[in-house]
């Protein structure tokens, strides 16, 4: 299998969605309600959300296997010198595969070559990934409970990484 990530454009917002719909179901399924899961994934992952957001200041980068894009990531500045992973997911099959490690590192390369000296992430305190993010060089700078809206919150750890 040969994986190659290419950025995303507006043209990709279908396959994020595709991607996003089966992918955050299934990291979600024993850690959130699922009408949380439903909620989330119509405020992430809209299309009018993803749009403007690719039309905004957020880098969506595809992963790739065999020509068939698996999984995403997108990151965004917060100031010049930090920046935020929003996200990293890939399809359940395709998990454990190494193309989280090909997606973290192609972030967080290009978020240093746009300046960054540091990047932050919210991660749910229950979801395995922490352990992903710990691998990846990232520590557990702080946590907390963000309303979301519809009685809905998010119980996550900001997880940070220096990158000089």
């Not at 043209?11 to 959130?32: N, P």
């Not at 965004?76 to 090909?102: D, M, N, R, V």
């Not at 919210?122 to 979301?148: E, L, P, T, W």
Request: glycine share 10%; proline share 2%; with cysteine.
């Amino acid at each position: 299998m040969e994986y190659r990530i290419r950025k995303a454009g507006l043209a990709d917002v279908g396959i994020i969605r595709e991607i996003a719909d089966l992918a955050f179901r299934a990291t979600y399924a024993s850690i959130i309600t699922q009408s949380q899961i439903e909620y989330m994934l119509e405020w992430m992952y809209s299309e009018g959300t993803l749009r403007k957001e690719l039309e905004g200041d957020v880098t969506y980068l595809l992963l790739e296997a065999d020509g068939t894009a698996v999984g995403y990531t997108s990151f965004s500045p917060e100031t010049p010198a930090i920046y935020h992973l929003h996200k990293i997911y890939i399809l359940p099959e395709f998990q454990g595969k190494g193309g989280g490690k090909i997606l973290f590192t192609a972030a967080q390369e290009q978020m240093k070559e746009c300046g960054a000296e540091a990047f932050e992430l919210n991660v749910n305190r229950n979801n395995k990934a922490v352990g992903f993010y710990r691998q990846m060089g990232m520590h557990i700078d702080r946590s907390g409970d963000f309303d979301i809206g519809d009685g809905f919150f998010m119980n996550d750890y900001i997880m940070r990484k220096e990158l000089w």
